[in-house]
């Protein structure tokens, strides 16, 4: 069975930051592009920020700027740095690879 194990998330007032962390396995690390995706109550799921196994990125508009997505191949995890995070960035965070597997998801709030 597939692991992704995210972490990181928590409650932080509007201009914090927070770290995400997604670990995985070597072969499912390796050879998938991982992502992040948000989704908020009522709403649907929508992508935060992908990169690709060869380290390309690609950001919502929403989160141009204030996040960056990173990957660290020596131990398997991506990361989501985000900054001045505002209380519409409120949501359950999840980690991808490849879009094929996903993690349990880690809640972010961020208060006003």
């Known amino acids: 069975q597939v692991q992704l194990v995210e972490s990181g998330g928590g409650l932080v007032q509007a201009g914090g930051s927070l770290r995400l962390s997604c670990a995985t396995s070597?072969?499912?690390?390796?050879?998938?592009?991982m992502g992040w995706y948000r989704q908020a109550p009522g709403k649907q799921r929508e992508l935060v920020a992908s990169?690709?196994?060869?380290?390309?990125?690609n950001y919502a508009e929403s989160v141009k700027g204030r996040t960056t997505i990173s990957r660290d191949n020596a131990k398997n995890t991506v990361y989501l740095q985000m900054n001045s995070l505002k209380p519409e960035d409120t949501a359950v965070y999840y980690c991808?690879?490849?879009?094929?597997?996903w993690g349990q998801g880690t809640q972010v709030t961020v208060s006003s």
């Open positions: 990169i690709s196994s060869g380290g390309s990125t």
């Open positions: 070597r072969s499912i690390f390796r050879f998938n592009g």
């Open positions: 991808t690879a490849g879009g094929n597997f």
